[in-house]
């Protein structure tokens, strides 16, 4: 009946989570990567366990990669002269760039299947029947504990205890109808896109083409070596970004895939988020953001755009390299998925060769060890399966703002909830949005949803990405721009959005009425604002090429010092900012100094008197006050995902379980826990 001398079979377990890029499940903290089973059934719901939390991974990483195919974007470039060491005219480079364009769309025409129902078929996305997999896996454990009640009952080898075990074969056997379509789905798509590839690849390495990338071998092996390096070092510092944080009952996969072109000159690198109830997926996405920027001197990419021909080769490359790299991606998810739908083909008599084994006494044991696997892995239950827009669509996302008194916190699924101090709910506000920002009673949105998984047309709520500024006493938002929106900043007074438009990626400031906006001065050196921030009546900014931080001064942009920042924070006349080797920073407008104020910093809510809650690498909320030489920093609570401090001082607080708190007392260490966020539409 035991298994007692069996080691811990899946300690070695690895899922692919990016092209060429494995990680280990133990490391990732699988609360049962490093189970040793002691009963033959408590080995087949290991295997049943570890397979069904391993398929979404790699499903929902392989979905994230193809919808950031979906979104690259080849620049647009007028060729004027042949590329150096050349003969090649510039009409037939014109032509083979243009062909090379064609084929990515009709690469990215079929991706969108992946994503989303396509009019006129019946056949749901896949994304859509990503949760179709924890689902056939409650229905099992749901069967299994019905039956185990009755062969407690009977006693074995009657012929109700037989009847009994056939009638659990039957009806397992008949949960194996939706990962066998799914993967069918996936093998078919996968076949598709991967002509598609062949057809990409073969536009973009024969002809003309070839002999423009030939010309900037050297410069591009360089980069493709220096980012492929990049990749490798943030995956291997950000096991808990890739991980599955079971513990919180959250999941999310990130792939980082080479670089996309957000608009010219480059952004640095696409980061796609598939987001499986990602519940502190923002802030980690952040800090991802920021360890990406400072390996930007690594990946010396500056020459390669500064001439047409040299975009267009970097350009093309960087497609080639990143359509590939779906086949790899969907081989390991269509593998995962095979090892399911295998163990599901067998499951049921590798239950009833377990459960015949056992006499009376023992088969309690065995559903004991059943029901503490199971248990380990509950998160599985809930799965809720979001995509979120890419960087290039949203740069830097609020979801926890708190604005006077109150707090808005911005669910997974982009269903927004509002707080009053005191009050005995979280009311939920109306519509859905991507981000929310606030100050004083003004408070800010940007208008859209995340795609989601759990319904058969993903992408249900109109999407625009406008601005809308919210009224509370009515429950209604009004829109108030006619361009997308990829952040906000408000002080409460003035409001200012980044313009989501590629050929228009520029700061813009509301007039104050109806949908008119003022275009501000574009950066330094053509770049784009990434993250935004309004203080002391100034708009400050970080750039996306070179991660400078600038305050706008009237008519142009001043730097505020060499070191590169990945976050901002604003709050009266001070700024907090988190620099890309997670040091905390204060800005005062008044006075003109920034200095440092503390280091591993991963978050930051700047106070109106210049002190700052931080939350550390190691998800510690702290407090540093910056009243005192050097700053002092108080820890204050563990687990800590997102904080948020209002205009008037009021501090908020969310853990990696879902749970807010507000400040009572900062000298006591006095918090008060909210009432719970509402569970529907999270």
Not at 40 to 66: E, Q, R
Not at 204 to 228: C, F, H, M, N, P
Not at 515 to 522: D, F, I, N, V
């Amino acid at each position: 009946m035991t298994t007692a001398t069996l080691k811990a079979p899946h300690s070695g377990r690895t899922v692919q989570i990016a092209p060429n890029l494995h990680v280990n499940l133990a490391a990732m903290g699988h609360p049962l990567a490093n189970y040793r089973p002691r009963t033959k059934l408590g080995l087949v719901a290991l295997d049943m366990t570890m397979a069904t939390s391993t398929s979404p991974i790699s499903v929902a990483a392989t979905t994230a990669y193809v919808y950031s195919l979906t979104q690259l974007s080849l620049p647009v470039l007028q060729f004027k002269a042949p590329p150096p060491g050349t003969t090649i005219s510039p009409q037939s480079l014109q032509q083979a760039y243009s062909d090379f364009q064609t084929q990515v769309a009709i690469f990215q025409g079929q991706a969108a299947a992946w994503i989303d129902t396509q009019p006129g078929t019946s056949s749901p996305s896949i994304f859509s029947q990503l949760v179709s997999i924890p689902r056939t896996f409650a229905t099992i454990n749901g069967t299994v504990q019905s039956k185990f009640t009755l062969l407690s009952a009977l006693t074995p080898g009657t012929q109700a205890y037989i009847q009994t075990l056939q009638q659990l074969e039957t009806l397992i056997g008949a949960e194996t109808g939706d990962i066998t379509n799914l993967n069918t789905q996936m093998s078919t798509l996968g076949t598709n896109l991967s002509t598609a590839t062949v057809n990409i690849n073969t536009a973009g390495t024969t002809g003309v083409l070839a002999q423009l990338i030939q010309a900037y071998a050297s410069e591009i092996t360089a980069l493709t070596d220096a980012i492929t390096d990049a990749n490798n070092q943030i995956s291997s510092d950000n096991k808990k970004i890739v991980g599955l944080g079971f513990a919180a009952g959250t999941s999310i996969v990130i792939g980082v895939i080479g670089f996309a072109n957000w608009w010219n000159p480059i952004g640095w690198i696409m980061i796609a988020g598939g987001a499986l109830g990602a519940y502190y997926a923002i802030a980690e996405i952040n800090t991802l953001k920021g360890q990406i920027a400072s390996l930007q001197s690594t990946i010396q990419s500056d020459e390669l755009w500064k001439t047409t021909d040299s975009q267009a080769a970097a350009s093309v490359q960087s497609t080639l390299t990143q359509t590939a790299g779906f086949v790899s991606m969907n081989a390991a998810a269509q593998k995962e998925l095979t090892v399911l739908e295998n163990l599901l083909t067998t499951l049921a008599s590798d239950i009833t060769t377990a459960i015949s084994e056992l006499n009376q006494g023992q088969l309690q044991d065995a559903l004991n060890e059943w029901n503490e696997i199971i248990s380990a892995a509950s998160v599985l239950a809930n799965v809720t399966a979001y995509v979120w827009p890419s960087p290039i669509m949203l740069s830097n996302p609020t979801t926890f703002a708190a604005g006077g008194s109150d707090v808005y916190s911005v669910s997974v699924s982009g269903q927004a909830y509002h707080y009053s101090s005191g009050g005995a709910n979280w009311p939920a506000v109306a519509d859905k949005s991507l981000s929310i920002v606030a100050s004083g009673s003004l408070v800010v949105g940007i208008n859209g949803a995340p795609a989601d998984g759990a319904n058969v047309s993903p992408t249900p709520y109109p999407t625009n990405y406008f601005v809308k500024t919210y009224n509370a006493g009515s429950n209604a938002w009004t829109t108030i721009s006619t361009f997308p929106a990829a952040q906000l900043a408000t002080d409460g007074t003035s409001i200012y959005a980044i313009n989501q438009t590629t050929s228009n990626r520029q700061a813009y400031k509301y007039g104050g009425s109806g949908t008119t906006w003022s275009a501000l001065p574009a950066l330094p050196n053509s770049d784009a604002p990434q993250n935004i921030a309004v203080a002391g009546g100034k708009l400050f900014a970080i750039s996306t090429n070179t991660q400078t931080a600038y305050v706008l001064n009237g008519s142009s942009w001043s730097s505020l010092s060499s070191t590169t920042f990945t976050a901002l924070s604003a709050n009266g006349t001070k700024v907090g900012l988190v620099s890309t080797s997670n040091s905390s920073y204060l800005y005062d407008t008044v006075a003109g100094s920034l200095v440092s104020t503390g280091s591993s910093v991963v978050q930051i809510a700047q106070v109106s008197n210049g002190d700052q809650y931080i939350i550390s690498t190691d998800q510690h909320l702290h407090y540093i006050n910056n009243q005192v030489s050097p700053p002092a920093a108080t820890v204050l609570k563990p687990n800590i995902v997102g904080v948020a401090v209002s205009d008037t001082g009021v501090v908020y607080c969310s853990d990696n379980e879902g749970n807010s708190f507000r400040l009572v007392d900062l000298g006591s260490n006095q918090w008060t826990l909210l009432p719970a966020l509402p569970t529907s539409g999270s």
